[in-house]
């Protein structure tokens, strides 16, 4: 029996063998161009498939909603059923199910209205009670009354969300001309985002959805695209506003800053849209982190009020290191559910805008979209019978891949893994039809060198479709931080730098690296980096707060070979280096990219463009600045650990 089974195992192992032999090569780059040689990662490499732990998705409750909500299509009006009969099943005796609920509405006259939200006086709930539409969202509370019992027990605490139609009749025959315009038709555009998330990763954790994006016809994916900031923020902004505004960080703390950027839903609203932007874990959010947030409500359908209300009044449970559950429903569910009612309110009766966007399962843990793979493929189909593929641009994005943890400090890929976020957009057959050249271009595209800029000008594009070159955009809408970058509806150069996609040499993959050996080079530049490190703190006004650095060790040092460079220039002086080190206390793990000049040994260096490798959760509490978080190390953490 024993033979039996080692010649069974010996079997396989030769076909495994003879199956892997025969699979097609695996591309050397994702882009190949003499400008450009961004290179391919293999997913399932050894050393990632080591730290990577498949995540099983659970469910935040037990029981069965006692509230519900149905859509009545004749009044265009929510109702809301209470389920009596599920309360004895679950009281196992005769009870009466007595519910209420409370309105959540945004607070526009608080000093941070981002912030605030207010909620009305408890309203009973009875049974196929037809909502108000002024009612948006609501918390309800459900208690069993037994007749011997004159208290009441709170048995079920939820939340609901609605998307009223508030459109006017004339909005309405308006609208219905933009969707039957043939002139010029009006795409649907629904960006769907997951953070963290790099295209390598989405192949490791999310097969199932990738295979739904692979094989759908009308998906494109942009292998050759590179983020141009480092967190959420500068990388969204550059999507939505042409700009990251990276050397004005410090203006986003300032009470109406960000309501003053141009975003592009602005431009889809003047052009007849509806809009709508929604984002999970309210603590977190791309505005609104260690940042004022929007003073005026910047959408049509703003999700923010109600989750804010949910994450202060129901219970929380933390999974995959952020708030996950929020009372009896994932926190992404929330927003997911919020796009899919946007979906059936207006996929026939007005074109949409939507941005709707998840942290939480995916912000802290590199696994953590391995749980919801399962779940986001499930929405993505529901999309697909609601009728959204058949009229609407659709995005799936991220802002940029995972940043810190084993996964970016201890892989030789991770500095790709951070830099290359996934990109999908999807094209519906009549676009493909009337738009065949866009079509032709987009796959032109898909291993060419692009970035966020790019995908700003396509949506400016899909509001003036007709524009045939990039030369007739009106000069006003071009991406500010980028005017050689374009629609990815135009053919991008084939041999594109990255400073002409507007990445900066921090974040582009273009450049060969090799690994400098000599010790003595690594030490005069660690320390150099370490040294500006110092002054930096001293000219920031940082040193009460922060302790000063101390080179611990040199981890690794890579030279990059800036392709199309001029060896006559900066090349012959100067090297470019990608540094690895260690400090003392704490031993925070740094990256830093620098240019050095042998010959006279100086340096040059943006110390707020370091990356932190490790977590920096527990040292820089007595930092409010999400830059500074990165490389201060709080005088009063070390003392606490000593």
Same mark, same amino acid.
């Not at 006259?109 to 539409?133: E, G, Q, W």
């Not at 977590?615 to 190390?633: E, F, L, M």
């Given at each position: %029996?024993?033979?039996?089974?080692? =010649?069974?195992?010996?079997?396989?192992?030769?076909?495994?063998?003879?199956? #892997?032999?025969?699979?097609?090569? %695996?591309?050397?780059?994702?882009?190949? !161009? *003499?400008?450009?040689?961004?290179?391919?990662?293999?997913?399932?490499?050894?050393?990632?498939?080591? @730290? &990577?732990?498949?995540?099983?998705?659970?469910?935040?409750?037990?029981?069965?909603?006692?509230?519900?909500?149905?859509?009545?299509?004749?009044?265009?009006?929510?109702?809301?059923?209470?389920?009596?009969?599920?309360?004895?099943? =679950?009281?196992?005796?005769?009870?009466?199910?007595?519910?209420?609920?409370?309105?959540?509405?945004?607070?526009?006259?608080?000093?941070?209205?981002?912030?605030?939200?207010?909620?009305?006086?408890?309203?009973?709930?009875?049974?196929?009670?037809?909502?108000?539409?002024?009612?948006?969202?609501?918390?309800?509370?459900?208690?069993?009354?037994?007749?011997?019992?004159?208290?009441?027990?709170?048995?079920?605490?939820?939340?609901?969300?609605? #998307?009223?139609?508030?459109?006017?009749?004339?909005?309405?025959?308006? $609208?219905?001309?933009?969707?039957?315009?043939?002139?010029?038709?009006?795409?649907?555009?629904?960006?769907?985002?997951?953070?963290?998330?790099?295209?390598?990763?989405?192949?490791?954790?999310?097969?199932?959805?990738?295979?739904?994006?692979?094989?759908?016809?009308?998906?494109?994916?942009?292998?050759?695209?590179?983020?141009?900031?480092? /967190?959420?923020?500068?990388?969204?902004?550059?999507?939505?506003?042409?700009?990251?505004?990276?050397?004005?960080?410090?203006?986003?703390?300032?009470?109406?800053?960000?309501?003053?950027?141009?975003?592009?839903?602005?431009?889809?609203?003047?052009?007849?849209?509806?809009?709508?932007?929604?984002?999970?874990?309210?603590?977190?959010?791309?505005?609104?982190?260690?940042?004022?947030?929007?003073?005026?409500?910047?959408?049509?359908?703003?999700?923010?009020?109600?989750?804010?209300?949910?994450?202060?009044?129901?219970?929380?449970?933390?999974?995959?290191?952020?708030?996950?559950?929020?009372?009896? +429903?994932?926190?992404?569910?929330?927003?997911?559910?919020?796009?899919?009612?946007?979906?059936?309110?207006?996929?026939?009766? $007005?074109?949409?805008?939507?941005?709707?966007?998840?942290?939480?399962?995916?912000?802290?843990?590199?696994?953590?979209?391995?749980?919801?793979?399962?779940?986001?493929?499930?929405?993505?189909?529901?999309?697909?019978?609601?009728?959204?593929?058949?009229?609407?641009? #659709?995005?799936?994005?991220?802002?940029?891949?995972?940043?810190?943890?084993?996964?970016?400090?201890?892989?030789?890929?991770?500095?790709?893994?951070?830099?290359?976020?996934?990109?999908?957009?999807?094209?519906?057959?009549?676009?493909?039809?009337?738009?065949?050249? &866009?079509?032709? /271009?987009?796959?032109?595209?898909? /291993?060419?060198?692009?970035?966020?800029?790019?995908?700003?000008?396509?949506?400016?594009?899909?509001?003036?479709?007709?524009?045939?070159?990039?030369?007739?955009?009106?000069?006003?809408?071009?991406?500010?931080?980028?005017?050689?970058?374009?629609?990815?509806?135009?053919?991008?150069?084939?041999?594109? !730098?990255?400073?002409?996609?507007?990445?900066?040499?921090?974040?582009?993959?273009?450049?060969?690296?090799?690994?400098?050996?000599? +010790?003595?080079?690594?030490?005069?530049?660690?320390?150099?980096?370490?040294?500006?490190?110092?002054?930096?703190?001293?000219?920031?006004?940082?040193?009460?707060?922060?302790? !000063?650095?101390?080179?611990?060790?040199?981890?690794? =040092?890579?030279?990059?070979?800036?392709?199309?460079?001029?060896?006559?220039?900066?090349?012959?002086?100067?090297?470019?280096?990608?540094?690895?080190?260690?400090? #003392?206390?704490?031993?925070?793990?740094?990256?830093?990219?620098?240019?050095?000049?042998?010959?006279?040994?100086?340096?040059? @260096?943006?110390?707020?463009?370091?990356?932190?490798?490790?977590?920096?959760?527990?040292?820089?509490?007595?930092?409010?600045? *999400?830059?500074?978080?990165?490389?201060?190390?709080?005088?009063? !953490?070390?003392?606490?650990?000593?």
């Amino acid at each position: %029996m024993n033979l039996i089974r080692i =010649m069974g195992t010996l079997f396989s192992l030769v076909a495994l063998a003879a199956a #892997v032999e025969h699979q097609p090569p %695996m591309p050397k780059y994702y882009v190949d !161009s *003499p400008l450009c040689k961004m290179p391919y990662v293999d997913p399932f490499s050894p050393e990632a498939m080591a @730290m &990577y732990k498949k995540k099983t998705l659970k469910d935040c409750h037990n029981d069965s909603e006692l509230v519900t909500a149905e859509y009545d299509t004749k009044l265009q009006q929510y109702r809301l059923h209470t389920r009596g009969d599920l309360a004895t099943k =679950m009281a196992k005796k005769n009870v009466t199910l007595e519910c209420s609920y409370q309105k959540i509405y945004r607070d526009g006259n608080a000093s941070i209205p981002d912030n605030a939200y207010r909620m009305s006086k408890v309203i009973p709930l009875t049974d196929d009670l037809l909502l108000p539409k002024d009612v948006e969202y609501i918390t309800t509370r459900c208690s069993l009354n037994n007749s011997k019992s004159d208290k009441l027990k709170i048995t079920q605490q939820d939340a609901l969300s609605f #998307v009223q139609d508030h459109l006017t009749a004339e909005e309405l025959v308006h $609208s219905f001309r933009l969707l039957q315009d043939e002139e010029e038709p009006k795409p649907n555009v629904i960006i769907l985002g997951i953070d963290s998330t790099s295209r390598i990763n989405m192949r490791r954790t999310m097969p199932q959805v990738f295979r739904f994006l692979n094989r759908f016809p009308g998906w494109f994916e942009m292998q050759g695209y590179n983020k141009v900031g480092e /967190n959420t923020l500068p990388n969204l902004l550059a999507i939505l506003t042409g700009d990251n505004y990276v050397e004005s960080s410090e203006k986003f703390a300032v009470k109406g800053f960000i309501d003053t950027l141009d975003y592009i839903w602005q431009r889809f609203k003047e052009a007849g849209y509806t809009t709508a932007y929604a984002e999970d874990y309210a603590s977190l959010s791309t505005f609104n982190y260690m940042k004022p947030g929007f003073i005026r409500q910047p959408v049509d359908y703003y999700l923010r009020p109600f989750m804010k209300a949910i994450e202060k009044t129901l219970k929380l449970e933390r999974r995959y290191g952020t708030i996950f559950c929020v009372g009896r +429903h994932i926190n992404s569910g929330y927003v997911w559910d919020f796009a899919v009612q946007f979906v059936q309110r207006f996929v026939q009766k $007005s074109p949409m805008f939507g941005l709707f966007w998840s942290n939480s399962f995916t912000h802290d843990q590199f696994a953590g979209a391995s749980a919801m793979d399962h779940l986001f493929r499930e929405y993505l189909q529901l999309f697909l019978k609601l009728g959204l593929f058949k009229r609407s641009i #659709v995005m799936v994005v991220s802002d940029h891949g995972f940043r810190w943890g084993d996964l970016r400090a201890r892989t030789k890929s991770g500095y790709l893994e951070e830099s290359l976020p996934m990109l999908w957009l999807y094209v519906p057959p009549w676009f493909r039809q009337k738009y065949p050249h &866009y079509v032709a /271009n987009l796959r032109k595209n898909r /291993n060419r060198l692009s970035s966020n800029y790019d995908v700003h000008m396509t949506l400016q594009h899909l509001l003036q479709l007709n524009t045939r070159s990039p030369e007739a955009f009106d000069p006003r809408i071009q991406a500010k931080k980028c005017k050689s970058c374009r629609s990815l509806f135009f053919e991008l150069p084939e041999s594109r !730098s990255c400073s002409q996609a507007g990445i900066s040499e921090k974040w582009c993959t273009c450049h060969p690296k090799t690994t400098v050996t000599n +010790h003595t080079e690594q030490q005069a530049v660690a320390l150099a980096v370490v040294q500006k490190m110092n002054k930096h703190l001293v000219a920031r006004n940082l040193t009460h707060l922060c302790e !000063s650095f101390k080179l611990k060790t040199v981890r690794l =040092m890579d030279r990059k070979e800036i392709l199309g460079e001029n060896i006559t220039t900066a090349a012959a002086t100067e090297h470019v280096y990608v540094l690895n080190f260690f400090t #003392v206390h704490e031993t925070p793990l740094f990256e830093a990219t620098l240019r050095w000049n042998p010959a006279n040994g100086t340096l040059k @260096m943006n110390v707020d463009e370091l990356s932190r490798k490790n977590s920096y959760t527990a040292t820089a509490s007595c930092i409010s600045d *999400p830059i500074v978080k990165k490389y201060c190390i709080c005088k009063k !953490s070390i003392k606490k650990h000593k």
